[in-house]
């Protein structure tokens, strides 16, 4: 099956994802709830959560070497079963290490779906559609990220550690069997003549720095990072912010739900909005705003504005991830496709690593409102490196398919041969 054809298995991948991304928003908040209970302080805390972050860090690269020249699919079962063994073994845990070595796992088995979802989605896609599915693909996130926060609180509560410990651990549980039902979705996910190329011969590597110097890549891994670190921090920083301004953290729950429901809505009219701006202006627009709206919550505002102001930064931040996606496949060399993107991962994991200790330190000396405009500062310093990102082939942003190569060949009828570097 070409590209471009029957998109039935986007639809198994948005669910799938959703489930998955799920199961890991239920289970990190649960993971901390669950090492207070054990004793650990906020230092311990910090580090079980760098964990889940930092793990990844070595296995990103290798695992989108063997991608672009492997099938993508079998890294999501492999995903999914660590994904769900961590959240599960998180709950069993009796020692704040155990607690550390499976959140790590958990971030591993995290950063295995991502890699082999992303490179599907790129594989599977023809060049006209990849900002459009990638935009969909990355609604499932967003319905994890909106849903898993809430279930978690739903399930964790108790006055005492011994509570805490067990409704914690009930909420990791319930995490592992949410990560397992990924599975239902994940049969037959990846076209048999895609999952055929894709087995042809090794190739020769492309250098990690020849990637990183194409045009294009350094600027998608820049724009990703900052919008996670905005989203991670926003998470971690609002209930901050709440306490110092008296509002409820129920409210701030709602102001968070706000900020989710908005991505998500986001990414449901990209592609219109990628027909009236295209993808250079959209994004250099789109961070800008959102440099702006990340200042702007560090002002003594009411909590009505405090809303409005979140919908539209969530609005904004939607549009970063799905599209420097594109950018960076686009941008990459041929035969290191995968590998760019697992570098642009690498990024996100170093931002998640990086910011939030950053912004502690800003908050520390200058208040819990500095890390907003710190953040607002890194967002306007990516809307400068989309300015300068590739343009997208002509008609691209309509939805046409010209000019030459791939591209021409697929406009005058001929099938268009997805290699495995894709």
């Not at 790590?104 to 060049?127: E, K, N, T, W, Y």
């Amino acid at each position: 099956m070409r590209p471009g054809g029957n998109r039935g298995w986007l639809l198994r991948l948005v669910i799938a994802f959703g489930f998955a991304q799920g199961a890991v928003s239920m289970a990190r908040p649960a993971v901390s709830y669950r090492a207070l209970a054990l004793g650990a302080d906020e230092r311990a805390v910090g580090v079980i959560a760098g964990v889940y972050a930092l793990l990844p860090l070595f296995a990103a690269v290798p695992l989108g070497r063997r991608t672009d020249h492997g099938r993508c699919a079998p890294l999501l079962p492999l995903g999914v079963v660590l994904i769900s063994g961590g959240c599960a073994l998180s709950g069993v845990a009796g020692s704040l290490g155990t607690m550390a070595l499976w959140s790590g796992v958990m971030g591993l088995g995290h950063l295995c779906f991502v890699i082999g979802a992303q490179s599907l989605v790129a594989r599977q896609s023809a060049p006209h559609e990849q900002d459009r599915n990638f935009g969909h693909f990355t609604i499932g996130a967003a319905l994890g990220q909106l849903v898993g926060p809430i279930a978690a609180g739903a399930v964790i509560g108790g006055d005492g550690p011994r509570e805490l410990a067990g409704t914690s651990a009930l909420a990791l549980l319930a995490a592992g069997a949410t990560g397992a039902v990924a599975f239902t979705s994940l049969w037959r996910i990846e076209h048999r003549r895609t999952a055929a190329a894709s087995r042809g011969g090794p190739g020769e590597r492309v250098p990690v720095g020849r990637i990183l110097r194409s045009r294009g890549v350094p600027a998608g891994i820049l724009i990703s990072l900052a919008v996670l670190s905005a989203t991670d921090i926003l998470t971690a920083y609002l209930p901050v912010v709440g306490e110092h301004r008296g509002i409820a953290p129920a409210v701030i729950g709602v102001l968070l739900s706000l900020r989710a429901a908005a991505t998500i809505a986001c990414r449901l009219v990209l592609t219109p909005l990628l027909r009236l701006l295209g993808r250079t202006a959209l994004l250099t627009v789109t961070c800008a705003l959102a440099a702006l709206l990340c200042a702007g919550i560090a002002l003594p505002v009411p909590v009505w504005a405090l809303g409005l102001l979140l919908v539209a930064l969530g609005f904004c931040l939607g549009v970063g991830q799905p599209l420097s996606m594109t950018t960076v496949v686009q941008a990459a060399p041929d035969g290191a496709r995968s590998t760019a993107l697992a570098l642009r991962l690498t990024g996100n994991r170093l931002g998640q690593v990086a910011a939030p200790a950053a912004a502690g330190l800003v908050a520390g000396v200058a208040g819990v409102a500095a890390p907003f405009v710190m953040l607002g500062v890194l967002l306007l310093l990516s809307s400068g490196v989309a300015v300068r990102s590739p343009k997208e082939p002509r008609g691209e942003a309509d939805g046409e398919v010209g000019g030459s190569g791939e591209r021409g060949s697929r406009r005058r009828g001929v099938p268009l041969r997805r290699q495995s570097d894709i």
